[in-house]
């Protein structure tokens, strides 16, 4: 039996795909499975193609699965859309509409014969069970459960409540629809079995939730009681969830009426006192990257977050892509160092998020949290997590002696002055744009200017020693590396378990800290190091320069870089890993010691 | 809030020398917010001043508050963000005609429709003096700077039509031609509960025109009180506000007699009834437990 399987489903738009995807993920998550589901869709709102990725797995899920196991096409134009999206091998079985026409023999895939093609009358199955075509996504569960044994009681349970509210009759229908697809499954068994395992943690409590509601939530979790923002995809949820829960823990959220508006009022908020936070992707991050220098010279706690899109510009808005990460560090004008994190799943977006949060009051600066599309919009089954285990860090403020003749910019040890607000008595002091002495008064001297440009930028020294926004994986001392982070983590942390079942000796680092670049830490992952690869979906091989331009990388270590919308695949890396291990061999004869 | 305690003028200046050129209107401007302040008697603590860029947004810096001298066009939405933050607070924001209806122009209307409770001051000299002397959003057509040399082509702005138009429910104008006058105004548009919005027609002695200094402002000056406006009828003061650039009217154009519900009071309503529905913070994760 298999302990792993991803689904991959397309159709158009009102074809009910991704509620297919959701009902699947939840009953997976019923059945005690961990899972992982990806939306994409085009660009239309409504109609147009739309598609889903459903992995499921008795062991934790590090990323959404490279190649289909099973591919669902309810029509081959809108499959087809997704290209590598949805990647047919030799080993997926395909179901498609029978409707269609088309022979099994015949399906419009190039360069592939995949395991087995069955051509089932999905929509003729719905129509006569349920009485409309628009029970086709209910007729597919069926046949995932009775194929792949996947929630056959959960999905009708999830089903019944979802609709409870909507009619008896409606709910019959459903399960008409939902028993002629497992019926037709039982009636017409795979040529190999795939039957997913049952999985020992079935009834323990399971979270599901996507990246962006992660990060409003544990954004909440830290105190931010002020969102402001304005909509654009893929982060405007973040938004959304600000605007259903954030006044009952006395916050407000304010939908502005442009991106600077969003970030301004976050701005005024954070020197009102209160932890506050943007969000938004690409264009809006080129929008508001006035207000982040202000936010840096006036030393303001702030978090902004940028889910990341194929760019420049409205480039691909619905696509996952890493291309902000130079903007992300170098959109500021002036001698900044603006701190740059970036979560890898949902699950670490809540510690990411906090630790945003905690660096931004503790240095008073602004903070970018760099997300992308597929971590943000991706839904994951989680266990519980202890949220006891996360310190939150406030801002340090003034008292006592500090507010007798209080000076606000006030030059210190740690070059971080204690902050007052509005409301504090004896804590008056202007905060400016303009270049400032310690007490806020405004300035023209170049002497000043050096000194606090000292002070902005010294007192991040202690974040490059931060060796837990890092994290290692594989044998420290291998001579073969990868780095990677965000979303592209993933695909490594499963190509390396791949790669170390085949015996390679490989190591991946994950940086969470992006920015300033850590150079300690990097040197001492390169000490082991003759080849390695720096793998991220950006076109200009962003993160491989930016490494470049602090650190002296090993010859060997080389960019693997590319545009986003096309995933990189778990397989592929270990390719090109065992590329490097012959390189390496081959200038090495002799050196090499297969890890044990 | 505070207690009451006395305050006076002297108490509301900074230690900052102002920048400005001597003569210019900001002087007075500053003197107005001062008296204003010292009538209302907040303590200098609870008051948030917040300013874009241009010589008139110095204003924060000579002020004794909380003071924020922001980015250009800006200030409404960062002074937007104190208030929400804080509802206690009394929040001023001000700036120049051009940071405010040029490239701050998007701002107000939206500031307006949602009636937070700030006080906006524009120091309008239809010019842009700290870029030393470019044409200006309400700068007069035909007029002649170092970016229109042969006389500007466009309409200026009318400020004070425009936020009359969007529904602002306190609209008012002053001028250093009458300092007592402007203190006045400034006082009654803090104390009025909503958004509210002051023009002050202050002269650029560097780069105005004569006409646009003190003799020729008054003499195109009439109080809106001497000709009998009733500033609670808002058509008759768009009527008057049309005449913007040719006469200068004092006093309050528009005051709302049913001042509509603030922004931040609502706001604080919206906690208020929402804060018993708060899972603990440290239990947020729940809200998405699938059962």
């Not at chain 1, 619905?318 to 603006?338: M, N, P, W």
């Not at chain 1, 989680?382 to 860090?393: A, G, M, R, V």
Request: aromatic fraction near 8%; hydrophobic fraction near 40%; charged fraction near 20%.
């Amino acid at each position: 039996m298999r302990k792993d399987l991803v689904f991959g489903m397309a159709g158009s738009g009102g074809d009910g795909i991704v509620s297919a995807g959701d009902s699947l993920l939840q009953a997976a998550a019923a059945e005690g499975y961990h899972g992982v589901m990806t939306k994409s869709f085009g660009s239309q709102i409504r109609g147009g193609e739309s598609s889903c990725r459903v992995r499921i797995a008795t062991e934790p899920i590090l990323n959404p699965g490279g190649n289909l196991d099973v591919a669902v096409a309810l029509n081959w134009e809108d499959f087809l859309k997704f290209g590598a999206e949805l990647p047919v091998s030799g080993n997926t079985v395909v179901i498609y509409e029978a409707a269609t026409g088309i022979k099994e023999t015949e399906i419009p895939l190039v360069g592939v014969t995949p395991l087995q093609v069955i051509a089932v009358p999905i929509a003729a199955m719905a129509k006569e069970t349920a009485g409309t075509e628009r029970a086709k996504n209910t007729v597919v569960l069926g046949l995932i459960a009775g194929w792949f044994g996947i929630g056959a009681v959960a999905v009708m349970k999830g089903i019944r409540k979802k609709l409870a509210k909507k009619g008896e009759e409606l709910v019959n229908a459903n399960q008409r629809a939902f028993d002629a697809g497992r019926a037709f499954a039982m009636e017409h068994p795979l040529k190999t079995s795939m039957a997913v395992m049952p999985s020992e943690t079935k009834g323990q409590v399971k979270l599901i939730t996507d990246g962006n509601d992660m990060c409003a939530a544990a954004a909440i979790f830290a105190g931010c009681q002020f969102f402001g923002g304005y909509p654009i995809t893929p982060s405007t949820e973040i938004m959304q969830f600000f605007t259903d829960h954030v006044w009952k823990y006395g916050g407000a959220v304010l939908q502005a009426e442009d991106e600077i508006a969003g970030i301004g009022a976050a701005v005024g908020a954070s020197f009102a006192g209160k932890k506050s936070m943007t969000a938004t992707s690409g264009p809006g991050l080129s929008l508001k990257s006035e207000m982040m220098g202000l936010a840096s010279i006036a030393e303001l706690p702030l978090v902004i977050v940028d889910v990341q899109r194929g760019g420049p510009s409205t480039g691909l808005p619905t696509k996952t892509e890493q291309s902000d990460l130079f903007a992300a560090c170098f959109s500021a004008h002036g001698d900044v160092i603006r701190p740059v994190l970036a979560p890898t799943s949902v699950a670490d977006t809540f510690r990411i998020t906090i630790e945003a949060f905690n660096i931004a009051e503790y240095y008073q600066t602004p903070v970018i949290i760099l997300s992308d599309q597929e971590i943000a919009s991706r839904k994951e089954t989680l266990d519980p997590i202890d949220t006891s285990q996360f310190k939150i860090i406030n801002r340090q403020e003034p008292h006592g002696a500090d507010l007798v003749d209080y000076k606000r910019f006030k030059q210190t040890d740690n070059h971080i002055s204690p902050i007052s607000h509005p409301g504090m008595l004896g804590g008056t002091y202007l905060a400016s744009g303009i270049e400032h002495v310690e007490s806020g008064a405004p300035t023209n001297s170049g002497s000043v200017h050096q000194r606090m440009n000292d002070k902005r930028t010294k007192k991040f020294d202690p974040l490059k020693d931060r060796k837990d926004l890092f994290e290692v994986l594989g044998n420290p001392d291998a001579p073969i590396a990868m780095i990677a982070w965000g979303s592209i983590a993933g695909v490594c942390r499963e190509a390396l378990a791949m790669a170390q079942a085949e015996g390679l000796n490989v190591k991946l680092l994950v940086p969470y800290l992006l920015y300033p670049v850590a150079e300690g830490v990097y040197n001492e992952f390169f000490t082991s190091v003759q080849k390695g690869l720096i793998i991220e979906q950006t076109h200009l091989a962003q993160t491989f320069k930016l490494l470049r331009m602090h650190i002296d990388l090993p010859k060997g270590v080389k960019s693997l870089a590319r545009s986003g919308a096309n995933p990189f695949l778990p397989g592929e890396i270990v390719a090109a890993l065992h590329h490097l291990l012959s390189e390496l061999q081959r200038s090495h004869e002799g050196q090499l010691q297969p890890q044990e | 809030m505070s207690a009451t305690c006395e305050f006076q003028a002297k108490d509301y200046k900074s230690d900052l020398k102002p920048i400005w050129c001597p003569g210019c209107g900001d002087f007075s401007v500053v003197q107005g917010i001062y008296r204003a302040l010292a009538a209302i008697g907040r303590p200098p603590h609870e008051i948030a001043f917040v300013s874009g860029i241009g010589c008139s947004s110095r204003i924060p810096g000579y002020t004794t508050a909380y003071g924020f001298n922001s980015v250009h066009g800006r200030s409404l939405p960062i002074a937007q963000g104190i208030k929400l933050a804080n509802p206690d607070l009394l929040v001023l924001a001000a700036g120049g005609d051009g940071d405010g209806f040029s490239i701050g122009g998007g701002h107000i209307a939206h500031l307006i429709r949602r009636n937070v409770d700030i006080t906006y001051i524009v120091m309008d000299n239809q010019i842009y003096g700290l870029t030393k002397g470019q044409l200006s959003p309400t700068s007069q057509k035909g007029r002649v700077t170092c970016t229109s040399r042969f006389g500007s082509l466009e309409e200026p702005v009318n400020p004070l039509l425009y936020v009359l138009a969007y529904g602002a429910g306190f609209v008012a104008q002053a001028s250093p031609t009458d300092l007592a006058g402007m203190a006045a105004v400034i006082e009654e548009a803090i104390r009025y509960p909503g958004f509210a919005f002051v023009n002050i027609q202050s002269p650029c002695v560097t780069y105005g025109e004569e006409a646009q200094q003190i003799r020729g402002l008054k003499a195109i000056s009439e109080s809106l009180v001497s000709l009998g406006h009733n500033p609670a009828d808002r058509l008759a003061a768009m009527d008057l506000a049309q005449h913007y650039g040719e006469k200068m009217h004092l006093g309050v154009f528009y005051r709302n007699p049913e001042p509509a519900p603030t922004y931040d009071a609502l706001v604080r309503e919206r906690q208020a009834l929402l804060s018993k529905d708060a899972l603990p913070k440290e239990n947020i994760l729940d809200l998405f437990i699938k059962k």
